[in-house]
């Protein structure tokens, strides 16, 4: 049994930009606390025969300068790796690139903290329409996964994992996230009345609301 609520509480949530050579870019950040190891988040996030437990069957070379398919999402290539301390690597969905950076930081002798930031060049339009949750919504369910993964909990079911999200208790997981993003919108500096709009049409696309249209493919690191 899932507890939406812990699960929802457990996740820190930022939005913030980060200046480059392309120009600025969206940075949405997602950081959780795992009572494990560093070594065990980092071989449960780049195993390939473990991956698929939490998030997604992946395919290619888990490897500096290899190349990686997520089944029916996205894609790219590993950029950096590090190990057990973090990697980074494109993220390639749609005909868009961004790009994602893992830092595992060992709190405690068997306490590491999980960080992803999604870095993306997002148009004004599209951000103003769904704002950060686009991504972070997707990554609060695999973070999720994560969690249920490395408390032993059994393999996703990607059936059972779609009708999970479609049932009254992911429609409020759903829900929940678009409030903490929302929440880190305002935090950012976005105004009030923009931020929520952006959440209530992120949620609606998930599944979790009232509103319009859907995310971007691009923009969201989970089939939906």
């Known amino acids: 049994m899932i507890d939406v609520s812990h699960?929802?509480?457990a996740v820190r949530r930022q939005v913030?930009?980060?200046?480059?050579?392309?120009?600025?870019?969206?940075?949405?950040?997602?950081?959780?606390?795992?009572?494990?190891?560093?070594?065990?988040?980092?071989?449960?996030?780049?195993?390939?025969?473990?991956?698929?437990?939490?998030?997604?069957?992946?395919?290619?070379?888990?490897?500096?300068?290899?190349?990686?398919?997520?089944e029916g999402n996205a894609g790219g290539t590993v950029e950096r790796c590090d190990p057990p301390r973090?990697?980074?690597?494109?993220?390639?969905?749609?005909?868009?690139?961004?790009w994602i950076e893992v830092r595992l930081t060992a709190v405690a002798?068997?306490?590491?903290?999980?960080?992803?930031?999604h870095i993306a060049h997002v148009d004004e339009e599209r951000w103003a329409q769904y704002g950060p949750g686009a991504v972070g919504v997707g990554w609060d369910l695999g973070l999720m996964g994560l969690?249920?993964?490395?408390?032993?909990?059994?393999?996703?079911?990607?059936?059972?994992?779609?009708?999970?999200?479609?049932?009254?208790e992911g429609r409020r997981f759903v829900t929940l996230s678009s409030e903490g993003w929302y929440r880190?919108?305002?935090?950012?500096?976005?105004?009030?009345?923009?931020?929520?709009?952006?959440?209530?049409?992120?949620a609606a696309a998930y599944g979790g609301g009232a509103g319009d249209g859907e995310p971007a493919?691009?923009?969201s690191p989970t089939a939906s």
């Open 184 to 202: 880190a919108s305002l935090a950012a500096g976005e105004p009030e009345g923009a931020a929520r709009e952006a959440a209530a049409r992120t």
């Open 16 to 70: 913030g930009t980060r200046s480059g050579r392309a120009g600025e870019a969206r940075v949405v950040t997602v950081r959780q606390t795992y009572d494990v190891t560093r070594e065990e988040v980092w071989d449960a996030c780049t195993n390939a025969r473990r991956i698929p437990r939490w998030f997604l069957p992946v395919s290619g070379e888990l490897r500096l300068g290899g190349t990686y398919q997520l």
């Open 109 to 117: 002798e068997a306490v590491t903290r999980f960080e992803l930031a």
């Open 217 to 219: 493919g691009g923009d």
């Open 147 to 168: 969690a249920a993964h490395l408390s032993s909990g059994p393999a996703v079911d990607p059936k059972e994992s779609t009708a999970w999200l479609a049932s009254d």
């Open 86 to 98: 973090g990697f980074a690597a494109t993220w390639e969905f749609g005909g868009e690139v961004s």
């Open 7 to 9: 699960q929802i509480d």
